[in-house]
């Protein structure tokens, strides 16, 4: 697991060239098989366009991608819309970009730089996401320094995700995976040891 960040969601551009109407459609996918439904989504919500092209980079180690020109010169959409979102770091996303022909042919060059162009607009006004490998665990604690645990938790850079005050204070917790036993210990000195924590499991999380 290695941390990633993706858009937290679907967000819209639009470039105007030569009278040609070209939309960016950037979308969070959980998958490869999410990624596709989406796009097929967009191509369904513009079905008179001229071209509904795209890029997608499904996971994080950037293994599962794929490309369409969808009918405009081969290299000249797909890839640049890839390079785009490789650039910028970001993956578990689709970006798809619709074009309207205005009438007036913008050659290679031209289509090149309108394709990545609007998926570089679209990205750069979406919202991103930073999912980090995280421990998740649940922590109870005596009341008199359960009002200390979300300063601790903070400071070792995680989140208190929610508390429950019964006989003690038990609250779910997500911190980054490195900074876990660094807390673990901060908390048992707080606690004099009088600390319990347990449903202990790795995943994502997002911060």
């Known amino acids: 697991m290695k941390p990633y960040t993706t858009i937290a969601e679907e967000t819209v551009a639009e470039r105007v060239i030569k009278h040609s ?21 967009i191509k369904a919500r513009y079905p008179d366009a001229t071209h509904n092209c795209y890029a997608m980079i499904a996971d994080e180690q950037l293994l599962r991608l794929k490309v369409s020109d969808d009918g405009e010169p081969q290299g000249t959409a797909g890839l640049p819309i890839l390079e785009v979102i490789k650039r910028k770091e970001i993956c578990r996303v689709a970006v798809v970009v619709t074009r309207y022909f205005g009438g007036i042919k913008l050659g ?12 570089s607009d679209v990205l750069d006004v979406a919202k991103l996401v930073h999912w ?5 665990c649940r922590v109870a604690m005596d009341f008199y320094v359960g009002g200390k645990l979300t300063d601790r938790v903070n400071k070792a850079g995680g989140v208190v995700l929610d508390t429950e005050y019964t006989d003690c204070v038990r609250a779910h917790v997500a911190v980054p995976v490195e900074m876990y036993e660094g807390l673990k210990n901060d908390l ?20």
């Open 21 to 41: 109407r070209f939309i960016a459609t950037a979308l969070p996918i959980e998958d490869y098989e999410d990624g596709l439904e989406k796009i097929a989504a």
């Open 108 to 119: 290679a060059n031209g289509l090149i730089g309108a394709y990545a162009g609007t998926a």
């Open 132 to 136: 980090v490998p995280s421990v998740l």
């Open 188 to 207: 048992v000195q707080l606690t004099r040891g009088k600390v319990v924590i347990d449903e202990v499991r790795e995943a994502y999380h997002a911060y």
